[in-house]
């Protein structure tokens, strides 16, 4: 369950960052874009996750 969370609402903020960016540049609204910074986010959550999780565990 938490991984279905994570990846819910890393492409929900990954959406209103890819509007509000495109928004402010004049340009429209992307969905492949968001897809793709979805997809970061979601690789940078699951990574940080785990090294704080070790570091966590260690102490």
Do not use: K, P
């Not at 609402?9 to 609204?29: H, K």
């Not at 979805?38 to 990574?47: N, R, S």
């Amino acid at each position: 369950m938490r991984y279905i969370m994570t990846i819910i609402w890393a492409f929900i903020i990954s959406t209103v960052v890819s509007y509000v960016l495109s928004s402010m540049a004049g340009e429209g609204f992307a969905m492949n874009g968001t897809v793709a910074l979805a997809a970061v986010f979601i690789v940078a959550i699951f990574i940080l996750g785990g090294i704080l999780r070790d570091n966590h565990q260690e102490n």
